[in-house]
């Protein structure tokens, strides 16, 4: 019987993510934008969503996201920070309720926080798994898109949490846009993968839980950036 490590590793040859390296030039109309790092999904111990014990893919994750934001605010290059944040008694199916707001875990990690001071920053709490989605306004304007077309933002980098989930669900959704002139300028969507991460539920733990889904972290890491290339990501 074929070992997990060895299938893992016969998956990533089956489907090769092929990552490209990235120079950023100080003209360059980029944009940062930060996926639900919120203490929900990063944080030990913060709720239902959240890592049950330390876990090195999303630490690195907040890590990297940090370091990318700094670099980006003391550029006073734009940055779009989505936090995952939802009404009690409305649930997210198939989610256990999660990122109340008014809770801490709706509220950024502790190395993000400084955002909510930057001018150069924008916050935008959304209620649902899709950030394109969740920037729709009711006057049918979209808050993404409108800071894109005011920062004339022509590239975004994309970081945060979870790559297969929120993470994809946003880009193959801003790449569609794009497709069909909605977004302009916007020309390249970059998924940073180190900045990235999503959790994990193994198969064991899984079966003890009504309705769930086993979701190893590596290999659905690997699938959610393999499926954001395949849209036309970067």
């Not at 890590?63 to 700094?70: H, N, T, V």
């Not at 669900?169 to 020309?187: G, K, M, Q, Y």
């Not at 979701?215 to 659905?220: D, I, V």
Request: charged fraction near 25%; glycine fraction near 6%.
């Amino acid at each position: 019987m074929a070992t997990d490590e060895t299938i893992f590793d016969h998956l990533k040859k089956e489907i090769p993510v092929d990552e490209e390296s990235l120079l950023l030039k100080p003209d360059s109309s980029v944009g940062l934008v930060i996926v639900d790092v919120v203490n929900g999904f990063c944080t030990v111990g913060s709720g239902n969503m959240a890592p049950t014990k330390p876990n090195e893919q999303i630490s690195k994750m907040v890590e990297e996201s940090a370091r990318l934001a700094r670099e980006f605010c003391d550029r006073n290059w734009p940055v779009f920070a989505f936090l995952d944040s939802h009404l009690p008694g409305v649930p997210e199916i198939p989610y256990p309720p999660h990122c109340i707001i008014g809770t801490q875990e709706a509220e950024l990690v502790p190395a993000l926080q400084w955002l909510e001071k930057e001018s150069c920053a924008t916050l935008m709490r959304k209620d649902c798994i899709n950030g394109f989605v969740g920037s729709m306004e009711k006057d049918g304007s979209n808050k993404f898109v409108d800071w894109v077309k005011e920062k004339q933002i022509e590239v975004i980098v994309v970081v945060g949490i979870c790559t297969d989930i929120c993470v994809f669900d946003f880009v193959a959704t801003v790449l569609s846009a794009r497709n069909h002139s909605v977004i302009p300028p916007l020309e390249d969507v970059i998924v940073y993968s180190r900045g990235c991460a999503t959790y994990d539920l193994p198969l064991h733990v899984a079966k003890d839980i009504k309705g769930a889904q086993a979701h190893p972290q590596e290999m659905m890491h690997h699938v959610g950036l393999y499926m954001a290339k395949g849209r036309g990501a970067k």
